[in-house]
């Protein structure tokens, strides 16, 4: 595939920052648990929060395509980073992109397209990951003003650090996947509590936390689309997620590879480079054709 000459400038663009602002320090952050927030905000700054929104909500307009070859660059230099990016453009600021009211996209999109705001998804729970329709976390109406959240959130990406959530739950038990329905929560709501964030492998620049809802409300203006519609919101963008995470996955394999070949080639035993040894040859050429 030929890339196009704006696509070719993206994925430079990206690239230059990745190595520049996010490589020399992707290892002290990740050490540190550190969100990098300064970071975050100049690829804000950059349009690489936005990517998939129109120019008319403050979005880059870009396509697929040159998303795709950012968020390479993006985890080539710092996978935590890109999975923050991951999350917010594609299952952040997309939902309410596609199903909000006019309203509900004045008030968000524009600061989350320029990466004043980040955004989370919460779909999974404890006991409900890929099956979704498996949620505990309950909505009950409070009157005609809005809804009264109580439930669990788990593994959820920016938990702590983001500011506006997609959160889906169960609005009627009785209609099992049909009863799901979505909201807007704005991380500063009362009842909205961080309760821990996971101790994980990698990728500690990252937070992922368990949520709690305690009696939180939230007005029937943030209701995303209509009732019973969660399951069809989650479902139709987690599809555009996985594109971020593909991509993810390519960079951060780059990454790795190039670290690997440069140190087999300054690393010395029995008088000459590790990568002149056949076993670790064979290894590198391996991951270099798997990587491909």
């Given at each position: 595939?030929?890339?196009?000459?704006?696509?070719?400038?993206?994925?430079?663009?990206?690239?230059?920052?990745?190595?520049?602002?996010?490589?020399?320090?992707?290892?002290?952050?990740?050490?540190?648990?550190?969100?990098?927030?300064?970071?975050?905000?100049?690829?804000?700054?950059?349009?690489?929060?936005?990517?998939?929104?129109?120019?008319?909500?403050?979005?880059?307009?870009?396509?697929?395509?040159?998303?795709?070859?950012?968020?390479?660059?993006?985890?080539?230099?710092?996978?935590?980073?890109?999975?923050?990016?991951?999350?917010?453009?594609?299952?952040?600021?997309m939902p309410?992109?596609?199903?909000?009211?006019?309203?509900?996209?004045?008030?968000?999109?524009?600061?989350?397209?320029?990466?004043?705001?980040?955004?989370?998804?919460?779909?999974?729970?404890?006991?409900?990951?890929?099956?979704?329709?498996?949620?505990?976390?309950?909505?009950?109406?409070?009157?005609?003003s809005g809804?009264?959240?109580?439930?669990?959130?788990?593994?959820?990406?920016?938990?702590?650090?983001?500011?506006?959530?997609?959160?889906?739950?169960?609005?009627?038990?009785?209609?099992?996947?049909?009863?799901?329905?979505?909201?807007i929560v704005?991380?500063?709501?009362?009842?909205?509590?961080?309760?821990?964030?996971?101790?994980?492998?990698?990728?500690?620049?990252?937070?992922?936390?368990?949520?709690?809802?305690?009696?939180?409300?939230?007005?029937?203006?943030?209701?995303?689309?209509?009732?019973?519609?969660?399951?069809?919101?989650?479902?139709?963008?987690?599809?555009?997620?996985?594109?971020?995470?593909?991509?993810?996955?390519?960079?951060?394999?780059?990454?790795?590879?190039?670290?690997?070949?440069?140190?087999?080639?300054?690393?010395?035993?029995?008088?000459?480079?590790?990568?002149?040894?056949?076993?670790?040859?064979?290894?590198?050429?391996?991951?270099?054709?798997?990587?491909?």
């Amino acid at each position: 595939m030929k890339l196009s000459e704006q696509q070719r400038m993206i994925r430079d663009m990206a690239r230059d920052f990745a190595q520049e602002k996010l490589a020399p320090f992707a290892a002290l952050w990740d050490r540190e648990s550190r969100y990098p927030a300064e970071a975050i905000a100049e690829m804000g700054r950059l349009g690489l929060l936005g990517m998939l929104l129109p120019e008319e909500w403050d979005g880059a307009g870009a396509d697929h395509v040159s998303y795709a070859l950012a968020l390479e660059e993006i985890a080539a230099g710092d996978a935590s980073c890109s999975t923050i990016m991951s999350v917010h453009n594609s299952v952040g600021c997309m939902p309410i992109y596609k199903f909000g009211t006019e309203e509900q996209k004045k008030r968000f999109l524009p600061e989350m397209a320029r990466g004043e705001k980040i955004g989370v998804f919460a779909l999974t729970e404890p006991q409900a990951g890929s099956d979704a329709a498996n949620l505990k976390t309950r909505a009950v109406k409070d009157g005609n003003s809005g809804y009264v959240l109580n439930g669990t959130k788990q593994f959820i990406t920016s938990g702590r650090n983001g500011h506006v959530m997609i959160a889906f739950a169960v609005t009627d038990p009785a209609a099992g996947k049909k009863g799901i329905t979505a909201f807007i929560v704005p991380t500063d709501t009362p009842g909205y509590r961080v309760w821990r964030t996971e101790e994980k492998m990698g990728q500690h620049a990252s937070d992922t936390c368990q949520v709690l809802f305690e009696d939180m409300r939230i007005p029937v203006e943030l209701r995303l689309g209509e009732e019973g519609e969660g399951y069809r919101i989650a479902l139709s963008n987690l599809e555009g997620g996985r594109i971020g995470i593909a991509s993810q996955s390519v960079g951060m394999a780059r990454a790795a590879l190039g670290i690997a070949l440069s140190y087999a080639k300054e690393r010395t035993a029995f008088g000459k480079p590790i990568a002149q040894h056949q076993a670790v040859a064979f290894r590198v050429s391996m991951s270099a054709s798997r990587k491909a």
